[in-house]
């Protein structure tokens, strides 16, 4: 395997910081730098709205790797530094203190940034987005009895908010646009589930909800105005409302984008000296057949370890399904696959009013496509040969909890 002479990754999560590390495993000879915009050392972002916003876990503990590490691995590492702009044609990347980096092969791993809402206030001092360590921390100082947080959008950010927020007590009223929480990503069925674990702890969840602006007395906010007229009083405003794929560099080289980098299943993006890895990679998936983005802890796990074995000249396909997890007060989910509930067949395995299941989404020749099992444990590894076999399964075998699962 013949090495670039330098290597340039810029992304500062963990899609990032697992790229230099593959990539130092397989190569001792060329230089690698990785370019970080936060000033803390590259680090996971789900503690951020899980164990970490609760409390639970030290930041540390979400550290990818230690200054120690990268020294000792000879990574130049580039902390508080962002990348401006990339000339493919010249094999530079621009830094925002107008140095540059030269490279011969270079990783993005930018990831997403969190969407605004073109409302009047959405600017006002006490509201936010999560994204970073620093937006964990203003979030959670905004806890606690006699406080009021109210939070827009009912997706996986919001919901994880607003259960770490009830545990320290704070007033929560979670406002969605769509008729029940995760609707898209669940269907009907299952996102009921999680629109009846949040009200039962509390939270004053309003569905089929249209917000119209984020109210301010002086420049601080006060409130959430809603399109029915009526108002929610609050002292801070969380906005979650999904996340875009960070492309600006990647359209600064040139490169095809199109609901992130479009790349092959090797992670190479149209330019073949440029790769994309976790949140901005829309991946074309051998097994699925399909491509896909996903905005998972998973994803920027696993793909850079293919991305950098194909950078260096050995083309490996990544085949990982994808995988998320949640908790949720008294909730634990594991997701694998990727389906799309309106178009595919819903089965139950378990009990949902008790919220121990296991959902199954099936495509019309009764294949798998997703799985999700709710506080039933150690289901990923039995269902995942069944995705990647294209195994043909009985639904109502499926659905009952008397027959074992099948296997491929």
């Given at each position: 395997m013949?090495?670039?002479?330098?290597?340039?990754?810029?992304?500062?999560?963990?899609?990032?910081?697992?790229?230099?590390?593959?990539?130092?495993?397989?190569?001792?000879?060329a230089?690698?730098?990785?370019?970080?915009?936060?000033?803390?050392?590259?680090?996971?972002r789900?503690?951020?709205?899980?164990?970490?916003?609760a409390?639970?876990?030290?930041?540390?503990?979400?550290?990818?790797?230690?200054?120690?590490w990268?020294?000792?691995?000879?990574?130049?590492?580039?902390?508080?530094?962002?990348?401006?702009?990339?000339?493919?044609?010249?094999?530079?990347?621009?830094?925002?203190?107008?140095?540059?980096?030269?490279?011969?092969?270079?990783?993005l791993?930018?990831?997403?940034t969190?969407?605004?809402?073109?409302?009047?206030?959405a600017d006002?001092?006490?509201?936010?987005?999560?994204?970073t360590?620093?937006?964990?921390?203003?979030?959670?100082?905004?806890?606690?009895?006699?406080?009021?947080?109210?939070?827009?959008?009912?997706?996986?950010?919001?919901?994880?908010?607003?259960?770490?927020?009830?545990?320290?007590?704070?007033?929560?009223?979670?406002?969605?646009?769509?008729?029940?929480p995760?609707?898209?990503?669940?269907?009907?069925?299952?996102?009921?589930?999680?629109?009846?674990?949040?009200?039962?702890?509390?939270?004053?969840?309003?569905?089929?909800?249209?917000?119209?602006a984020?109210?301010?007395?002086?420049?601080?906010?006060?409130?959430?105005?809603?399109?029915?007229?009526?108002h929610?009083?609050?002292?801070?405003?969380l906005?979650?409302?999904?996340?875009?794929?960070?492309?600006?560099?990647?359209?600064s080289?040139g490169i095809?984008?199109?609901?992130?980098?479009?790349?092959?299943?090797?992670?190479?993006?149209?330019?073949?000296d440029?790769?994309?890895?976790?949140?901005?990679?829309?991946?074309?998936?051998p097994?699925?057949?399909?491509?896909?983005r996903?905005?998972?802890?998973a994803?920027?796990?696993?793909?850079?370890?293919?991305?950098?074995?194909?950078?260096?000249?050995?083309?490996?396909?990544?085949?990982?399904?994808?995988?998320?997890?949640?908790?949720?007060?008294?909730?634990?989910?594991?997701?694998?696959?990727?389906?799309?509930?309106?178009?595919?067949?819903?089965?139950i395995?378990?009990?949902l009013a008790?919220?121990?299941?296991i959902?199954?989404?099936?495509?019309?020749?009764?294949?798998?496509?997703?799985a999700?099992?709710?506080?039933?444990?150690?289901?990923?590894?039995?269902?995942?040969?069944?995705?990647?076999?294209?195994?043909?399964?009985?639904?109502?075998?499926?659905a009952?909890?008397?027959?074992?699962?099948?296997?491929?």
């Open positions: 013949t090495s670039p002479q330098r290597i340039v990754v810029v992304g500062g999560g963990l899609a990032g910081a697992k790229s230099v590390e593959a990539l130092r495993e397989l190569t001792s000879d230089t690698i730098t990785l370019v970080a915009a936060e000033p803390h050392l590259p680090y996971e789900p503690p951020l709205s899980k164990s970490y916003l409390g639970q876990t030290p930041f540390d503990e979400a550290v990818v790797h230690t200054r120690d990268y020294a000792d691995q000879h990574i130049d590492l580039r902390l508080n530094t962002r990348a401006t702009a990339i000339d493919a044609v010249g094999h530079v990347v621009r830094l925002t203190d107008e140095s540059t980096l030269g490279y011969d092969k270079l990783i791993a930018t990831g997403s969190p969407r605004r809402l073109a409302i009047p206030g006002a001092d006490g509201v936010a987005t999560l994204r360590r620093d937006d964990a921390d203003l979030i959670a100082s905004w806890f606690g009895r006699d406080k009021h947080l109210a939070i827009i959008g009912a997706g996986w950010i919001g919901l994880e908010v607003a259960a770490a927020a009830r545990a320290a007590d704070t007033h929560v009223t979670v406002l969605e646009s769509a008729d029940l995760l609707l898209r990503v669940l269907g009907p069925d299952v996102a009921r589930v999680f629109a009846d674990l949040h009200r039962a702890n509390d939270v004053d969840l309003r569905t089929a909800t249209g917000v119209a984020i109210t301010t007395s002086g420049e601080r906010v006060s409130g959430v105005g809603l399109t029915d007229g009526s929610i009083a609050a002292d801070h405003v906005i979650g409302v999904g996340a875009a794929p960070d492309v600006s560099l990647a359209e080289a095809v984008v199109d609901n992130g980098v479009l790349v092959d299943s090797t992670l190479q993006s149209s330019d073949p440029i790769y994309a890895v976790g949140d901005i990679a829309n991946h074309d998936h097994v699925l057949g399909r491509r896909v996903v905005e998972h802890w994803t920027a796990l696993n793909q850079p370890a293919a991305a950098a074995a194909s950078l260096l000249g050995r083309p490996t396909p990544y085949t990982e399904l994808p995988y998320f997890f949640t908790d949720q007060y008294d909730l634990g989910m594991e997701y694998i696959g990727h389906a799309d509930p309106s178009n595919t067949r819903l089965v395995r378990g009990n008790k919220r121990e299941f959902a199954f989404w099936l495509d019309a020749d009764h294949h798998i496509q997703a999700m099992n709710v506080n039933v444990w150690d289901v990923p590894d039995q269902i995942k040969p069944l995705i990647v076999a294209g195994t043909a399964v009985d639904p109502e075998q499926l009952d909890t008397g027959i074992p699962l099948p296997r491929a």
